[in-house]
């Protein structure tokens, strides 16, 4: 879960439309405790998990998911920021970002109005549940919560009426010449009834028939720089493969979808040299395995959406994460609670937390891969009695060989390379 960091100044509290100076003492007090990180994240989480739990578009999609979590927290310290004023709405960016997100991916506008009506219950019942007066001096417990339910109404109310606006204009925009008809192509070679390449690929700009690299770029926040940064990172991806311009559509508030057409099989090896970019410019990139055609086209796509959700689900973050690395992981599901058995079974103590263990499993994982202790010593710039003393510890540990049952000892480590240590109580 992400909470906004960003501290708004304390407000000195006037409660202009509270009918008592001892309201007007409880909400200064009531603002400074929920404006704890601690709370705000509590917040954050009755508040988001309501609403994954009710609305599937969002619970199914990372990053909107991600860009749930901003806009709630920065619309509950702006809430609680102007909460002794007379009412009115200062939206933040992240809630803007978040109607954008939905619209450029192509959701109806009830989704919308459903993560504010889930939300506005959940916010109810947080108050209720966190809002005590063991304080003699406080004012009865009915007035606070009407004073305060009044004021989270009046703003999920204005703030849903500008959000429809933002969302009617973003889809209006999308629906309006080039970017529209170009991003109903696109949809339409990912749909269920995919065109001819040759009916596409003239109006696309976009060599169809060709080897298909599909591509996701995404930043951390959207901002001003985002959009320029999105479209740079994609056709540094096309440099790398020797591709010429690519194909690409805007996915949301900050990710945007590509794709590099070259005539034969794509050279990869030149995309580790845009991790120090996309680090610098906080951008992230997942790219599917190429394939030739309209059905690489759409598998390839398919195969970078469940890179990016591997990213997105692990303890790091990656600049670059390529299908072709973690596809063991898409398939077996990084979430699934057999996967992690099989990981504690199979690693045993070499599933340890401390430091020391995780060279330990990462000298296993290359030397399994390479099966040369010299190769291994190499490319992890240690001696070759480090990696045959870890090698060695690794067995004590595992109670066997490495050449036992090596195919499973790898897919746990490479689980563990991604998520981190399992534990036996997840």
């Known amino acids: 879960m992400q909470v906004d960091e960003r501290q708004t100044p304390e407000p000195e509290i006037h409660v202009t439309d509270a009918r008592s100076s001892a309201l007007a003492a409880w909400v200064q007090d009531f603002v400074e405790r929920a404006s704890r990180d601690d709370v705000v994240a509590t917040f954050v989480a009755a508040v988001d998990d309501a609403v994954t739990e009710q609305v599937p578009e969002i619970a199914n999609d990372p990053i909107l998911v991600q860009d749930l979590h901003k806009s709630t927290g920065s619309q509950w310290r702006a809430f609680l920021a102007l909460l002794g004023d007379d009412h009115r709405l200062v939206l933040p960016t992240q809630a803007s970002d978040l109607a954008l997100s939905l619209a450029r991916r192509g959701h109806d506008l009830v989704v919308l109005l459903k993560i504010y009506r889930v939300g506005q219950q959940s916010i109810l019942q947080f108050f209720d549940a966190f809002i005590t007066t063991g304080d003699t001096a406080a004012p009865p417990r009915d007035e606070i919560l009407v004073f305060m339910w009044a004021r989270a109404s009046s703003w999920v109310d204005d703030a849903v009426e500008t959000l429809i606006e933002a969302f009617v204009a973003e889809r209006q925009?999308?629906?309006?010449?080039?970017?529209?008809?170009?991003?109903?192509?696109?949809?339409?070679?990912?749909?269920?009834?995919?065109?001819?390449?040759?009916?596409?690929?003239?109006?696309?700009?976009?060599?169809?028939?060709?080897?298909?690299?599909?591509?996701?770029?995404?930043?951390?926040?959207?901002?001003?720089?985002?959009?320029?940064?999105?479209?740079?990172?994609?056709?540094?991806?096309?440099?790398?493969?020797?591709?010429?311009?690519?194909?690409?559509?805007?996915?949301?508030?900050?990710?945007?979808?590509?794709?590099?057409?070259?005539?034969?099989?794509?050279?990869?090896?030149?995309?580790?040299?845009?991790?120090?970019?996309?680090?610098?410019?906080?951008?992230?990139?997942?790219?599917?395995?190429?394939?030739?055609?309209?059905?690489?086209?759409?598998?390839?796509?398919?195969?970078?959406?469940?890179?990016?959700?591997?990213?997105?689900?692990?303890?790091?973050?990656?600049?670059?994460?390529?299908?072709?690395?973690?596809?063991?992981?898409?398939?077996?599901?990084?979430?699934?609670?057999?996967?992690?058995?099989?990981?504690?079974?199979?690693?045993?103590?070499?599933?340890?937390?401390?430091?020391?263990?995780?060279?330990?499993?990462?000298?296993?994982?290359?030397?399994?891969?390479?099966?040369?202790?010299?190769?291994?010593?190499?490319?992890?710039?240690?001696?070759?009695?480090?990696?045959?003393?870890?090698?060695?510890?690794?067995?004590?540990?595992?109670?066997?060989?490495?050449?036992?049952?090596?195919?499973?000892?790898?897919?746990?480590?490479?689980?563990?390379?991604?998520?981190?240590?399992?534990?036996s109580s997840r």
């Open 173 to 423: 925009r999308l629906h309006d010449g080039v970017v529209a008809r170009r991003n109903a192509q696109i949809e339409s070679l990912l749909g269920d009834s995919p065109p001819s390449s040759a009916d596409l690929s003239g109006s696309l700009s976009h060599a169809l028939q060709h080897w298909q690299t599909a591509f996701v770029v995404w930043a951390g926040d959207a901002g001003a720089s985002t959009a320029p940064l999105l479209l740079k990172a994609a056709q540094d991806v096309a440099d790398a493969v020797r591709a010429p311009r690519p194909l690409t559509m805007v996915a949301g508030s900050r990710e945007l979808w590509g794709w590099a057409a070259t005539p034969g099989q794509p050279d990869f090896s030149h995309l580790p040299g845009l991790v120090d970019g996309l680090r610098e410019d906080g951008l992230h990139l997942a790219i599917g395995v190429a394939a030739p055609g309209i059905p690489g086209f759409r598998t390839s796509h398919a195969e970078a959406r469940a890179a990016q959700r591997i990213a997105l689900h692990g303890p790091q973050l990656s600049p670059l994460v390529a299908y072709a690395d973690v596809e063991l992981l898409c398939i077996m599901g990084e979430g699934s609670e057999l996967m992690r058995r099989m990981v504690l079974r199979e690693a045993g103590s070499l599933a340890g937390a401390d430091k020391n263990m995780g060279l330990v499993r990462e000298t296993v994982l290359v030397y399994l891969k390479t099966l040369n202790v010299e190769t291994t010593a190499e490319q992890l710039f240690v001696h070759k009695n480090t990696v045959r003393y870890r090698i060695a510890r690794a067995e004590e540990l595992i109670g066997h060989p490495l050449t036992q049952r090596s195919t499973q000892l790898e897919l746990a480590l490479r689980w563990m390379e991604r998520f981190g240590p399992p534990t």
